[in-house]
């Protein structure tokens, strides 16, 4: 009874939250770092994983994952299950060497059951924490390269234009 309930309230506290909507070519946080390569990226994301308590289960210059039992009690409840009542939260990190720079995409899920052979994905690329990690790639883009994307200095100067 206790589950029954818990599950309606959490529906109904994030029935309302509207789904994020990224505006890159995948639709998931990404960015394009140039300067970069791909091993000082794929290193500088595992890093950060471990700062925020991730476990790194795989890192290669292509991909870098990490995975840490999810903190959201709402989540635990309505993603458990009776083998594994604790759900994972899963960042994968696509790593690819471009001629203008390195690319990266990173994939963010639940993980019902994780470690085991009834694995079960939620996508949660579109969640609130997804801005987050778009942030966190932003970050090591600027780290790389100060100068901002051209659209960014374009909308920079139409604002500038538009206080005048």
């Not at 939250?17 to 995948?26: D, E, I, L």
């Not at 790194?56 to 210059?61: E, G, H, L, M, V």
């Not at 903190?71 to 635990?76: K, L, R």
Request: aromatic share 4%.
């Amino acid at each position: 009874m206790k589950r029954i309930t818990l599950v309606i309230l959490s529906i109904a506290l994030t029935g309302c939250a509207q789904p994020v909507s990224h505006a890159t070519q995948s639709g998931k946080p990404e960015a394009c770092i140039r300067n970069a390569k791909p091993p000082l990226v794929s290193a500088d994301l595992a890093s950060l994983l471990l700062d925020h308590g991730y476990s790194i289960s795989q890192q290669t210059d292509t991909m870098v994952r990490g995975d840490r039992p999810v903190d959201n009690v709402a989540a635990a409840v309505l993603l458990g299950s009776r083998y594994d009542s604790t759900p994972n939260a899963r960042i994968t990190y696509s790593i690819v060497k471009r001629a203008d720079c390195v690319r990266v995409v990173a994939d963010i899920m639940i993980v019902t059951n994780p470690g085991s052979a009834y694995e079960r994905l939620t996508p949660m690329n579109n969640s609130a924490d997804s801005l987050k990690i778009q942030d966190t790639l932003d970050a090591i883009r600027q780290k790389y390269d100060p100068t901002p994307p051209a659209a960014e200095i374009d909308n920079n100067a139409q604002a500038e234009a538009l206080k005048h």
